[in-house]
């Protein structure tokens, strides 16, 4: 069966890119969201969130009748899923997103029909979302129970996208496919290949979950290593963005770079599907997690220190000093303020800190509710001309690009080296 009608449910960062790529090889295809703005927004030819590349080809697609959005799954030839999968308070996988979208496809789903999962997820969820459809739909056959004969093929394919160059990645990034048989795979990859330039890799169902687990582990704990390299460097006064290069001139070392911590709704979050999953095993998973969500307390700790630094050296008292934080978002140039180590580091300040504190975000013009009332949005010259204490959190192009000569503060906590 071809796939003429392709429903993708879950239109953010990850499935609204890949409708928006089906559509520009002109296949019909049907985002679903239950959030009626982004439905609306989407059916008007715009977007709502921010990604590069994107608002264009949704516009194309929705003038040219190629993509339009509604709020429950309509018949198609295939669905993807890319719903959100978080943790709950004790770490462990919240699959509710992909059961409920499992659960609204079921009754559109004919024999023939492709079910693709995207989202990151523990090992063993495509044979539970399995196990979901043939109890709601028990009229039609299964991979776990028909095998190659299955009226409907299943396939975890996960998404491996960059924020900020998804539309490049989405084309060009090799795509694992993992079917749970060879014939869900093979059909898997007819798909995608309608826009991939990558490879499509088969492999089976449960590989493919713990392909993209580990991909955003083996960030996390390198990641992990060069955070903890700055908190040993600190100890011992050395520069560790100067170490790290002189490090990486050896043809075998590759260190990644410290910051304030690591955020995301993605690295720091997917370690831990496997460390719920296998707790005893996953020690320096489960260590690298920890060293990175400590760190955003170790700067407060640096922020604090270099208050007091300012209050000794100034004699003033310390609501007359003023901090002033750049960067709120989860990495550089980008909007994106979710788990942001830096927003948190902000938070903690204001928690403590008598005087005023004002935050540089150029990406943002609303600052979060946590910090209503309590910070001042300020632009970066203001802030570089009033602040006692400068608190790097963000490198966005804007803060990389200023000369040395355009900070005079002699209290600085540069956690992502730049004004070194
Ligand atoms: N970070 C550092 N130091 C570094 C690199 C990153 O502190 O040297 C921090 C960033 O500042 C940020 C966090 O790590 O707070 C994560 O940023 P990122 O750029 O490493 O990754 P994400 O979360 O934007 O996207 C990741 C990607 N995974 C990998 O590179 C293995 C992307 O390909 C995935 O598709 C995405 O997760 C996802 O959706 O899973």
Request: hydrophobic content about 45%.
């Amino acid at each position: 069966m071809s796939f003429d009608t392709i429903s993708v449910i879950g239109l953010g960062y990850v499935g609204l890119p890949t409708a928006a790529a089906f559509a520009s090889r002109r296949k019909r295809v049907i985002g679903v969201d239950t959030n009626q703005h982004a439905v609306d927004t989407i059916n008007r030819g715009a977007i709502h969130i921010i990604e590069p590349d994107l608002g264009r080809v949704v516009t194309d697609a929705v003038r040219q009748g190629l993509l339009r959005a509604v709020s429950q799954p309509q018949p198609a030839d295939a669905f993807l899923i890319a719903v959100p999968t978080p943790f709950q308070h004790d770490h462990e996988p919240d699959l509710s997103y992909v059961k409920a979208a499992v659960l609204s496809l079921a009754p559109v789903l004919e024999p023939g029909c492709l079910v693709i999962l995207e989202s990151t997820s523990p090992v063993g969820t495509i044979e539970q979302m399995a196990g979901w459809l043939a109890v709601a739909r028990p009229d039609l056959t299964f991979p776990h129970q028909a095998g190659e004969a299955a009226d409907i093929n299943i396939a975890y394919c996960p998404e491996r996208v960059l924020p900020s160059k998804i539309m490049v990645e989405l084309i060009k990034n090799d795509r694992v496919i993992g079917g749970m048989t060879p014939c869900c795979s093979a059909r898997a990859a007819e798909l995608y290949r309608i826009f991939l330039e990558g490879e499509c890799v088969v492999t089976n169902a449960r590989t493919a979950e713990m392909c993209k687990l580990t991909e955003n582990s083996f960030r996390d704990v390198n990641i992990a290593f060069a955070n903890e390299l700055s908190v040993i460097c600190a100890e011992q006064q050395i520069n560790v963005w100067e170490l790290i290069a002189l490090a990486n001139r050896h043809p075998r070392v590759n260190i990644l770079q410290p910051g304030p911590g690591v955020g995301g709704h993605c690295i720091a979050v997917d370690p831990w599907f496997i460390v719920a999953q296998n707790p005893a095993q996953a020690r320096l998973i489960r260590t690298a997690r920890q060293i990175n969500d400590d760190k955003p307390d170790w700067v407060v700790e640096k922020v604090k220190a270099a208050v007091a630094d300012c209050l000794n050296d100034s004699g003033r008292g310390s609501s007359d000093v003023i901090i002033a934080c750049f960067g709120l978002a989860f990495k550089p140039d980008i909007d994106d303020l979710r788990e942001s180590p830096a927003l948190y580091v902000t938070e903690l300040i204001t928690r403590w800190h008598r005087g005023q504190t004002l935050v540089v975000e150029p990406n943002v013009d609303v600052l979060p509710t946590s910090l209503d009332g309590l910070v001042t949005l300020a632009d970066r010259d203001h802030a570089l001309a009033t602040a006692d204490v400068l608190v790097m959190l963000v490198d966005h192009h804007q803060f990389r690009a200023l000369a040395p000569s355009a900070i005079r503060q002699r209290w600085i906590v540069d956690t992502r080296g730049v004004w070194r």
